[in-house]
C-alpha cells in the first residue's frame, strides 16, 4: 500500500500569503512617533501588596512610593534589613562549621575509646574474658 494514498497523490496547494501591513508606524523614528501618535509613556509603575514601586530610569532600580499603606519598608530600612540578614547568614554558617567539626571530634574520640577499651580486654586473663563474653 503506497503511504500516499496512491499514484494520483496531489498535496492541495496553500493559500497566498497576505500582504506585509500597512502600519507604517515602526517605520518612523521614536521623535516622530512621539509627536504624530502621543505615544508618550510614563514611569513604570508597579501596586505589589499594598505597595506602590516605580522604575528609576537613570539607576535602573525600583524605588518605594511612599504612597503605599501597610506592610512597606522604607528604602534604608531595607538595606538595613538585608545587611542584617547577611550577618546572620553568615553566623549560620560559622556555626554550621562548628558543628561538623564537634560531631567529627566526637567521632574521632569515640573510635579511641572504643579502640582502648578492645585492647585492655585483648591483655585480660583468658578466663575472665571467656566470662565476659558468656554474660553478654
Known amino acids: 500500500m503506497p503511504l500516499f494514498g496512491g499514484p494520483n497523490f496531489t498535496p492541495k496547494k496553500t493559500p497566498p500569503r497576505r500582504s506585509s501591513s500597512l502600519n507604517n508606524l515602526n517605520k518612523l523614528e521614536s521623535s516622530i512617533r512621539e509627536e504624530e501618535y502621543g505615544l508618550q509613556y510614563d514611569v513604570a509603575r508597579l501596586k505589589l501588596g499594598g505597595q506602590e514601586l516605580k522604575f528609576d530610569k537613570e539607576n535602573g532600580v525600583w524605588i518605594s512610593d511612599g ?38 571530634m566526637l567521632a574521632e574520640t569515640t573510635a579511641e575509646k572504643h579502640f582502648l577499651e578492645k585492647e585492655i580486654g585483648d591483655y585480660g586473663t583468658g578466663t575472665t574474658s571467656s566470662k565476659r563474653s558468656t554474660k553478654r
Open 67 to 104: 504612597g503605599g499603606g501597610g506592610g512597606g519598608v522604607s528604602q534604608r530600612e531595607f538595606i538595613k534589613l538585608r545587611k542584617q540578614n547577611q550577618k546572620l547568614l553568615e553566623e549560620n554558617n560559622l556555626l554550621k562549621l562548628k558543628l561538623e567539626v564537634l560531631l567529627d
